[in-house]
């Protein structure tokens, strides 16, 4: 059976989605992880336990409660928990160094910060944290305890994701209930999720991309896989344990289940598999189809600020017209191409990707400056719009094609390019596993690191018959491997530090 979730009621909030699912299917599998299984009826009444432990420590209507946790089924009993309490829910994640850990907490002034025992020394102020440890164990024994959830609007704010430091100071973006009850309906329709589904999520909460899977498994009554502890190796063993149907992927992650999956004949059930982060390699979407016969593997582009922008509609994703297409803008809202003096851009014509819809969360908590850089009114009256900073454009249809972040975009010899080309380019030479373009800066010329077991001018030589002379690089960099990001995407930072000291 098809569950097709109902329209976003404008008072719903967060936690009655969890609600709604422990009403209607009290005793379906609702959440699975290293050490086990609770249904909506158990993940429900550990959610209740939590908000009766956090009332009694005084924690109150936009209160914030930081967690710095592994992401397990009790982190997610904590956001809701929170969330009944009309609390704030920060997650962060655990690998946060100090430094940013630092900057973090004085930003969010949290009434509650919980970490492991070992790490509460440690802390700036160790009054206000709790190890996890103590309060799990005292929230067993208040299973069955209830209070009246907090009386608060949808327009509240439910969670605070911050962004993850690698380059600048983490700024938050603001998660009201409505703009995420409305996304993770919409998303959970478009994608085609199934009461029947067993969702394999290796991604954080502390991440906009796994906090919104336990959102959209919630809003349809199936079953959400946390595999985050899980190592490299027994990846594809638990997705064959747990008969995982649907696989949200970064192309890393990717890259790595076609190569295990490659070496087994029992497979797990996949029938979709779902990108972000980056653009997914066209060898690596060909070796996951071969793998799992019949699988749909689905481009979809976003922001946190938003939750998602496009999503290429499930039926299409082998379509050969627009395989470079990041999909269509969610139901519901729409996109705009602007040029640098504000108008819209003709069909084909690239520019600043623009967003406006019920999606558009709240701005960067206590950053006005940053808000209203990016978070513009709409002209129209349309409400807020969201300058994304990515670029790319619309075909005839409506469809969107992605060129790169600003910081991606850049100009040689009089050309503009983006290093998404160059990257794709490069890693449609055989013998290259993963790409990095670094544009040119000061007296640096554009450079490319691969990973593979070429040689550097056997690199620069294919990608002089793929790409125009002004955008082969000057030079190529072969490693091991690219590092990457907490996110999946290739980290600039870290190559540049790696080749260039860390000038720029």
């Known amino acids: 059976m098809r569950i097709q979730p109902n329209p976003t009621c404008p008072g719903e909030l967060v936690h009655h989605l969890l609600d709604a699912a422990v009403s209607e299917s009290p005793d379906v599998p609702a959440i699975t992880d290293a050490t086990g299984t609770w249904s ?182 199936c079953e959400i896989v946390l595999a985050g502890e899980e190592s490299d190796l027994a990846l594809l063993r638990r997705m064959r344990e747990t008969r995982a149907t649907v696989v949200p ?14 070496r087994e004949t029992d497979l797990p059930p996949v029938r979709l598999i779902t990108n972000t982060g980056a653009a997914l390699p066209a060898a690596t979407i060909d070796a996951l189809r071969e793998c799992f016969p019949g699988v749909r593997v689905v481009r979809q582009f976003g922001q946190t600020e938003c939750k998602r922008i496009s999503v290429m509609p499930v039926d299409e994703d082998q379509d050969q017209d627009r395989s470079l297409s990041v999909g269509r803008p969610l139901s519901g809202t729409r996109v705009l191409i602007l040029g640098a003096d504000g108008g819209e851009l003709p069909v084909g014509e690239i520019g600043e990707i623009v967003v406006t819809g019920p999606h558009v969360t709240g701005g960067y908590w206590r950053d006005p400056e940053a808000t209203a850089r990016v978070f513009r009114p709409d002209p129209g009256g349309a409400g807020t719009r969201l300058h994304t900073g990515d670029y790319g454009y619309l075909d005839a249809d409506g ?8 910081d991606d975009m850049f100009k040689r010899k009089g050309i503009r390019m983006s290093t998404l080309e160059i990257e794709g380019a490069a890693m449609d030479i055989a013998g290259v596993s993963a790409a990095a373009a670094l544009p040119p800066a000061g007296d640096r010329d554009l450079a490319v690191v691969v990973a593979g077991d070429l040689e550097p001018h056997v690199v620069l030589k294919e990608l002089a018959q793929r790409l125009e002379p002004q955008k082969v690089p000057a030079r190529c960099h072969v490693v091991d491997e690219v590092p990457l990001t907490q996110h999946g995407k290739n980290s600039r930072q870290a190559l540049e530090e790696m080749f260039y000291g860390g000038s720029r």
């Open 40 to 221: 909506y009826r158990e993940l429900d009444a550990h959610s209740h336990a939590i908000a009766v432990w956090l009332r009694a420590r005084g924690v109150r209507p936009g209160d914030r409660v930081v967690a710095r946790l592994a992401t397990t089924r009790h982190l997610v009993a904590l956001f809701f928990g929170v969330l009944r309490c009309g609390a704030v829910f920060v997650p962060l994640n655990p690998a946060m160094k100090l430094f940013h850990l630092t900057t973090v907490l004085a930003n969010a002034e949290p009434a509650v910060v919980l970490v492991p025992a070992d790490a509460v020394a440690g802390l700036p102020d160790p009054a206000r944290a709790c190890a996890a440890e103590e309060m799990w164990a005292e929230v067993e024994s208040l299973v069955g305890r209830r209070v009246p959830d907090a009386d608060i609007a949808p327009a509240a704010v439910a969670a605070l994701v911050y962004t993850s430091g690698s380059t600048a100071t983490p700024k938050a973006v603001i998660l009201p209930h409505a703009q995420v009850v409305f996304a993770s309906r919409t998303l959970a329709v478009e994608l085609g999720y199934r009461d029947s589904d067993v969702v394999f999520c290796r991604f954080p909460l502390s991440w906009d991309y796994g906090l919104n899977k336990v959102l959209m498994t919630c809003a349809v009554r």
């Open 249 to 262: 992927i970064v192309p890393s992650l990717g890259t790595m289940i076609a190569t295990l999956a490659r």
């Open 399 to 406: 469809y969107l094609y992605f060129a790169g972040r600003r």
